[in-house]
């Protein structure tokens, strides 16, 4: 069966895609691995520098043959340098908001310094401003605790992809691509998907309304049934 590769967001695990996984394998060989620092993998050590090369690397040692890519943020801009990498390796793209700011000539993606003893004020800020004000402090628990766990490793994932500008070397990315949003996103995301919609020479922008940046896991449904039908559509 074909391979379809599935890149969960930062902050989060692969867990992220299970009933993306469930739709898919029935007709597809679905590899969904967890990124460098997130699930059964060892954490990132609080003050050692990341940069998302790092997760591009691990996923060129699992894309060993052609495979269909689907991305959700972080994720998405993996699934990105992964096809401008090693673009054999990649059947087709579909990507959920990525966070592929080297596009833009300025992301103004503002966030406090983060301090590892203390790591709550930065996580606030970052939920926050992709969903909305006081999103943070409704998040349960467990939630919280989770996202503390990996707080260095996902600040430093912002921190390098903040950094990168690849730019207008994404119209080397051929394969077909489905880029997806929410309308309710922020006016920064919407504006990397307006610009990745005319640079990638093969890509088609779709926009649920109803959305915000998490539509993978608040609306997996509506989500998965687009990716499913651009990876069927794809030649696989």
């Known amino acids: 069966m074909t391979p379809v590769l599935l890149v969960h967001s930062g902050g989060f695990t692969s867990r992220q895609w299970k009933k993306l996984e469930a739709a898919l394998a029935p007709t597809h060989r679905v590899i969904a691995p967890d990124l460098v620092g997130y699930g059964a993998r060892p954490r990132w050590p609080a003050g050692e520098p990341f940069h998302f090369q790092a997760d ?8 060993t043959e052609p495979m269909h890519v689907v991305g959700h943020s972080y994720g998405g801009l993996l699934a990105l340098q992964l096809a401008l990498q090693a673009p054999a390796r990649v059947r087709s793209l579909a990507l959920y908001e990525p966070v592929a700011f080297g596009v833009l000539d300025r992301a103004d ?43 260095w490793k996902l600040s430093e994932e912002v921190r390098s992809l903040c950094s990168d500008r690849t730019g207008a070397r994404y ?4 394969q077909p691509t489905l880029l997806l949003g929410g309308g309710k996103t922020t006016a920064l995301e919407r504006r990397v998907l307006d610009t990745l919609a ?3 020479p093969h890509a088609t922008l779709r926009i649920f309304p109803e959305l915000g940046h998490m539509g993978p896991i608040t609306h997996a449904g509506l ?10 559509a794809s030649g696989g």
Request: hydrophobic content about 60%.
């Open 109 to 151: 993606f503002d966030l406090p310094a983060f301090d590892p003893a203390a790591p709550d004020a930065w996580l606030e800020a970052f939920v926050d401003w992709w969903n909305g004000q006081g999103a943070w402090q409704r998040l349960g628990d467990d939630t919280k605790a989770a996202f503390r766990d990996v707080a």
């Open 56 to 63: 591009v690397d691990l996923l060129l040692s699992i894309a």
């Open 171 to 174: 119209a080397a990315v051929v």
């Open 198 to 200: 005319v640079t990638l």
């Open 223 to 232: 989500v998965n049934a687009a990716i499913v039908e651009h990876v069927v």
